[in-house]
């Protein structure tokens, strides 16, 4: 129907003499769609960091999460593990509001079974509840951290080089015990091996010892997306510091709760973890 509706649409409109302006191009042009006010880079898929530009001091939205677009107009997002299969990305601007349904790939993820962890780690003793207590609050703080530079907008590189151990999403049984799923990917590479910044950013966690991640460093690159690097056998920087993407941070080591050393990377975007493969897969560069 809709074919044939157009093809007597054609037939009522009469040519145009020559030289006059053609009415049905006219009338093609007042019907067409808008074009999207917002451009993207990286897949729609569970774990997925999305890198935009759209017009600046836009408040783009997706899901349940909005983050205003900077003076460049450059925005990141990210989808959860479990994000559901649909969703909604909206653009406010001062003329109008865009929005488009989203459909998100859905995943399937690994079991991870390791033995061999000392059991502290596993079910911590009561007298290290409260440093444990006190460094989930640090790390909460950390978290609130939105840097106003865009490091997110160059393409990311991998902390260190090493053999893939552990994947994203994967969930993990210590000793035999379940645990919450893994939320980043772990790189196994000798320790002391220098750990280095994957995009550009500001420190907002630096601290050598904490119970269960060893050395532990927090970057945000921008807009709430945070990388954190665990079980370093070394910490290089300060909170505060900005630091260029490639530059050293830190070493491989095998602090806290781990059996050998390696760099576990974590990415978060407000409350939502990306997996880091994923990060490396964007390509901003056809936004520039």
């Known amino acids: 129907m809709v074919l044939i509706a157009a093809l007597a ?21 007042e019907t067409a769609p808008a074009a999207a006010p917002i451009n993207c880079a990286g897949t729609h ?20 999460i909005s983050v205003e677009a900077d003076d460049a107009g450059w925005v990141v997002l990210g989808h959860d593990r479990d994000a559901e299969a649909q969703t909604t ?3 406010a601007l001062p003329d109008g509001r865009y929005e488009e349904t989203v459909s998100v790939q859905q995943r399937q993820y690994d079991i991870q079974r390791i033995e061999g962890v000392p059991q502290e ?4 003793p009561e007298e290290v509840l409260e440093r444990i207590r006190a460094e989930g609050r640090v790390k909460r703080n950390a978290y609130t951290s939105r840097w106003t530079g865009d490091g997110f907008a160059s393409a990311f590189i991998m902390p260190v080089e090493g053999r893939l151990t552990g994947v994203y999403g994967s969930q993990r049984y210590y000793n035999g015990e379940p645990r919450r799923p893994h939320y980043g990917i772990d790189i196994a590479a000798p320790g002391g091996t220098p750990v280095i910044a994957p995009a550009a950013g500001v420190v907002t966690l630096a601290d050598p010892d904490m119970y269960y991640e060893g050395g532990l460093i927090f970057i945000d690159h921008g807009q709430g997306l945070t990388s954190a690097f665990l079980h370093l056998g ?7 510091q900005e630091v260029a993407q490639g530059e050293v941070i830190g070493e491989v080591g ?10 576990d990377w974590r990415i978060k975007w407000h409350n939502r973890y990306i997996d880091p493969a994923e990060a490396l897969a964007v390509d901003p560069s056809g936004l520039r």
């Open 9 to 29: 649409l054609v037939q009522a409109v009469a040519p145009a003499p020559e030289g006059a302006a053609d009415p049905m191009a006219a009338l093609i042009a």
């Open 89 to 91: 990305l909206s653009v």
């Open 254 to 263: 095998s602090g806290g709760r781990s059996t050998g050393a390696h760099l």
């Open 121 to 124: 780690y596993v079910t911590p």
């Open 234 to 240: 070394a910490v290089n920087v300060d909170v505060g």
């Open 45 to 64: 898929r569970q774990g997925a960091m999305i890198v935009c530009r759209t017009q600046p001091g836009a408040s783009v939205t997706l899901g349940d």
